[in-house]
């Protein structure tokens, strides 16, 4: 039976490495091993959006091509973006090269336990990619995430963390808040972070000034038994 | 999820390619079973191919440089190779180092480094 992943797998292979797959099938859920015949327009743009994402991100060489390709093993003969108003705003905006008016979609992405640490990165930097920054600003994207939920774990427990796409006067990007209901830090132990003599057991210690450095705002907020919320801000262009 | 990393042996030399999300459990897995290999197979070289990882991030890092650290204690010397441009400059802009590894560009590069070493 053609099913999504049968399909595309067999047009990516070569180009996108068997990993890179495995995570856009992953993202794709039920509708990975969907059989082609069977799926709705909707599904088409569904699939189609995150291929676009992936393809352009990953394909080292004829993205528009394989694009092309994937849109034909699935029935469509436009790729996404290019008509119906409900893939406009992904497809397009990345296609351009610089977002569009992009919509402040909220992504909450549960923290409890390592995986979710895994997930979170792979979430974010698909988000990141959507709204149009760059590859390696995603790369960064993706890594503070990755740190920022590893404290949660580490030394919270559980928490969360939301993306937001944001665009005001400084231009568009990616707005990461991650919040836990955990011990919080002291001042002590903050002065410490910042002075870079912590050294926490688990980690480095050094989570909190990496993603600081990393990223273009930066905002904590935290109090013993209160919990901590970190905020931070990706831009664009710099 | 039961996944483990395999060693590969190639003279005497241990060879991992990290061709998955290293998750920390699973890296603090390699970084056991591989002390165990270089022991029992007197390998004087660790390559770690890491060109299919995407993100590394300061407690991967760690790891990373724990192993090396540990594989040099047992008198090998530990490489790791294939870093992706996007990660280098990530890395280098969170101010984290990776000084208890070498490093090489490709695995071709590191076995050259290691052959000369044991000449």
């Not at chain 1, 969907?34 to 743009?45: G, M, N, W, Y």
């Not at chain 2, 071709?108 to 000449?119: M, R």
Request: charged share 25%; glycine share 8%.
């Amino acid at each position: 039976m053609k099913t999504v992943e049968s399909e595309i797998g067999a047009i990516l292979a070569g180009t996108i490495s068997a990993i890179t797959q495995r995570s856009i099938f992953n993202r794709l859920g039920p509708l990975a091993t969907t059989p082609v015949s069977q799926l709705t327009s909707a599904d088409r743009l569904t699939v189609m959006t995150e291929l676009e994402n992936s393809v352009r991100l990953f394909a080292r060489r004829n993205s528009a091509e394989l694009i092309a390709s994937c849109a034909r093993a699935l029935g469509s003969d436009v790729p996404a973006g290019s008509g119906s108003p409900s893939s406009s705003n992904g497809a397009a905006a990345s296609s351009s090269g610089k977002p569009a008016e992009a919509p402040a979609v909220t992504k909450r992405l549960p923290i409890e336990q390592e995986k979710d640490i895994a997930t979170a990165r792979l979430e974010a930097w698909s988000e990141s990619v959507r709204i149009g920054l760059s590859k390696f600003t995603s790369v960064k994207v993706a890594t503070a995430v990755s740190e920022l939920a590893r404290n949660i774990v580490f030394y919270a427990g559980k928490g969360t963390v939301e993306l937001r796409a944001v665009r005001d006067d400084r231009g568009a990007g990616l707005q990461i808040t991650a919040i836990d209901q955990g011990p919080g830090i002291d001042s002590k132990k903050l002065q410490e972070i910042w002075g870079g003599t912590y050294k926490s057991q688990r980690g480095m210690g050094k989570g909190l000034v990496a993603v600081k450095k990393l990223v273009d705002e930066f905002n904590l907020d935290t109090a013993p038994g209160r919990g901590t919320t970190v905020t931070c801000v990706f831009r664009g262009e710099r | 999820m039961d996944q483990t990393i395999p060693i590969i042996q190639i003279r005497n030399c241990l060879l991992v390619s990290i061709q998955t999300e290293l998750h920390d459990r699973l890296a603090l897995d390699l970084q056991e079973s591989l002390m165990e290999r270089v022991r029992l197979t007197d390998a004087k070289g660790v390559i770690l191919d890491v060109s299919a990882v995407e993100v590394i991030d300061s407690y991967i890092t760690r790891i990373l440089n724990d192993i090396g650290k540990s594989v040099r204690f047992m008198g090998a010397e530990c490489y790791i190779v294939g870093i992706r441009p996007a990660v280098a400059m990530t890395l280098i802009e969170m101010g984290v180092e990776l000084d208890s590894v070498n490093t090489a560009l490709t695995l071709d590069l590191a076995l050259e480094k290691l052959e000369l070493l044991q000449s």
